[in-house]
């Protein structure tokens, strides 16, 4: 179940209950920090925690905040300054060395644009979007304010606030083309703004060819991230949704009927089902595809078998660039493992460094940013005074 998830499920609960609570939301992060902008956790007015903005260190001042921010009914942003060695107040000490900032917002259940809401409307219909969300204004006294929102879908869709849609939904169809989140400063009709452009991808999608107990715990690990799960297998009596519970989809596809298939060219392919015939059907469907992962269970010797069978059509030369680039096999990385709980580990982390386009390696012996895609600040922020206790702005 990911985060997000987790969230939805805790604040319908609390709505049910009519338990007023806010939304912490890390919209702005100069530095290092544990979480980056975007990272959510709802707390309500009895001070229950769902989700997380940073390790544990701003976790207990950030729902003091929120609860005031629940009593006052009006949001707040506030900034925590984690570079000054000798604060220990909110048990920061020289911890992220960095500069966070948090938007906490009461949430109105009554509202069908909540923060929430607009959070459930992309998690219905999951295609990559963009949601904007302003965090800071020039105090002019004018329209705009802290906490509007606008949420861009893939189709062009809108929803938020009408006065801020066509400069935000501006800023966030150029962010969406890009496919990072960013921080800008944007002028609107209600004065300029500084907002948040959160880009929004859906649960990643993973099929799994092969039934028996090993599949069993790669679905669970994989599951447990949130991810899209589902199970293909000829055998009746294994691909089952009770064997498989956390799947998504479980099909009974005999190899015969595979050929008819149409792959789903986006979700990433693994092939556990240690029949030579049906690895081979899969690999048939599969590598015409563009696929970003097919791996492949068993020895180097094996994949080689399969890659040169006249059902594939491919040339020699073929072979080597799709060993070296789309097929993974052996499948995973080399982590030592040789249970099934092991492997599976293996193969998700392997899975995991090829969406994020990472060569695995210890990150002690790195020298690039940890986070990928960290949102671009357009400038430092101007009017918050960055100090080592946490200061709120209205």
């Given amino acids: 179940m990911t985060e997000l998830q987790r969230l939805l499920l805790a604040y319908d609960r609390h709505r049910a209950a ?56 009006q949001p707040a942003l506030v900034t925590y300054d984690t570079r000054d060695e000798d604060d220990p107040r ?17 949430l109105d259940f009554a509202a069908p644009d909540n923060p929430v809401e607009l959070l459930r409307g992309f998690a219905q219909h999951p295609e990559p979007a963009v949601l904007a969300t302003v965090f800071e204004t020039d105090n002019s006294g004018l329209k705009a304010a ?21 400069p935000l939904a501006e800023a966030a169809r150029l962010t969406l083309a890009q496919g990072q989140s960013q ?104 590598l015409p595809t563009a696929a970003p992962y097919i791996g492949l269970l068993g020895p180097r010797a094996k994949a080689g078998r399969l890659l040169s069978e006249d059902e594939l059509s491919l040339s020699d030369a073929d072979i080597p660039a799709i060993l070296q680039t789309r097929l993974h096999s052996p499948i995973g990385l080399g982590l030592g493992g040789e249970t099934p709980e092991e492997i599976a580990l293996a193969i998700v982390a392997e899975i995991q460094a090829v969406k994020n386009k990472r060569q695995p390696q210890h990150l002690r012996d790195t020298t690039s940013a940890i986070h990928n895609g960290s949102p671009k600040a357009s400038q430092e922020p101007g009017t918050v005074s960055l100090v080592s206790s946490a200061t709120e702005v209205a």
């Avoid at 920090?33 to 007015?45: C, D, I, K």
């Avoid at 909110?90 to 009461?106: D, K």
Wanted: charged residues 20%.
């Fill in 18 to 73: 009519a338990r007023p609570c806010a939304l912490a939301t890390v919209v702005e992060v100069l530095g290092s920090a544990y979480r980056r902008p975007g990272a959510r956790m709802l707390v309500t007015e009895d001070g229950e925690l769902t989700g997380a903005i940073s390790g544990g260190c701003l976790e207990g001042d950030a729902r003091q905040r929120a609860r005031q921010a629940i009593f006052r009914g």
């Fill in 90 to 106: 909110h048990g920061l000490g020289p911890g992220c060395q960095g500069v966070v900032r948090i938007l906490l917002e009461p």
């Fill in 146 to 166: 802290v906490g509007q929102r606008v949420l861009l879908s893939a189709d062009g869709a809108l929803r938020g606030t009408p006065l801020l849609a066509a």
């Fill in 183 to 286: 921080i800008l400063d944007i002028e609107t009709d209600g004065g300029p703004v500084r907002a948040l452009l959160e880009v929004l991808k859906p649960p990643l999608r993973l099929v799994v060819y092969g039934a028996g107990n090993d599949a069993q715990p790669l679905v669970h690990l994989a599951a447990s991230l949130g991810w899209h799960i589902t199970v293909v297998d000829g055998r009746p009596n294994l691909a089952t949704a009770a064997r498989f519970p956390e799947a998504t989809e479980v099909r009974i596809v005999p190899v015969r009927e595979l050929e008819t298939q149409k792959p789903d060219a986006g979700a990433y392919h693994v092939l556990l089902s240690h029949n030579y015939a049906y690895d081979l059907a899969a690999l048939q469907i599969l």
